[in-house]
């Protein structure tokens, strides 16, 4: 086992991902996942695949906006121990946002679908523990996108119009 592995394990072992599974079990996660990087502005997912992976992001930050590339609305923020692309990879439809890397050297942990549904049969626990971490994952999204459409609705027309 790499020193790269054991780190990363340890980073796992201390987020919500992971706070119901042993060391043994969040290593045997990453034994189903890969590190990948990206730069600035390179594009993680984009609108209209379907995904084909769920990302965990270890260090740096990415984006999700909706539009053209050359007017994008920002729909949120997905940053250090967070999941990204659960959405669609669970419904399997095209995306409806870019996934986007915002800063250099961001670092996500890739779990294919191929991947996922061999963990599903060899290690349900794991597997479980996954989906609940997805459904409370588009939970945080979802109050943070209404949150900000409610607050936005509000300065636009005023409180109680619509």
Known sequence: MTSG???LAAFLNQQYL?????IKEVQTLLDYTELVSYQKNDIIADIGEVG???YFVITGEAVLVFGDGGSETEVGRMKEGELIGEMSFFDRKPRSVRMRALRDNTQLLKLPRVKYDRLRIEHPFIAVNLLEHAIVSLDHLFRRVTTDVATFSQYFYGPGKR
């Open 52 to 54: 084909q992976a769920l």
């Open 18 to 22: 992971c706070e119901a599974l042993t």
């Open 5 to 7: 592995k054991i780190d």
